[in-house]
Nanobody
Framework: QVQLVESGGGLVQPGGSLRLSCAASGNILSINTMGWYRQAPGKQRELVAVVSDGRMGNYADSVKGRFTISRDVAKKTVSLQMNSLKPEDTAVYYC???????????????WGQGTQVTVSS
């Protein structure tokens, strides 16, 4: 079994900062990419940022220059530093990993349970 456990969500005022973290655990053989998605009420889930092994992250245009994704390959963790937050960043944020488990023949997508981020004054 694989688990992705997120932490760090909460309520913040516009212009503030939050840091999300996600730790992967279980019978993981290797991880290809780790990233963050978000889903606001009434909207589809969208990519926020994703990072491969040792490479720079790719970001949605709406968060470029404000969010920074980082990954610790050895610890199987990924973090998202969110600065200059706006009300439109309000959403449930989901950790995502494309990984291979022991005994499997390919990579599969896994999701965390989600953490709420609310940006409001």
């Amino acid at each position: 079994q694989v688990q992705l456990v997120e932490s760090g969500g909460g309520l913040v005022q516009p212009g503030g900062s939050l840091r999300l973290s996600c730790a992967a655990s279980g019978n993981i053989l290797s991880i290809n990419t780790m990233g963050w998605y978000r889903q606001a009420p009434g909207k589809q889930r969208e990519l926020v940022a994703v990072v491969s092994d040792g490479r720079m992250g790719n970001y949605a245009d709406s968060v470029k220059g404000r969010f920074t994704i980082s990954r610790d390959v050895a610890k199987k963790t990924v973090s998202l530093q969110m600065n200059s937050l706006k009300p439109e960043d309000t959403a449930v944020y989901y950790c995502n990993a494309d990984l291979r488990t022991y005994g499997s023949y390919g990579y599969n997508n896994y999701w965390g349970q989600g953490t709420q981020v609310t940006v409001s004054s």
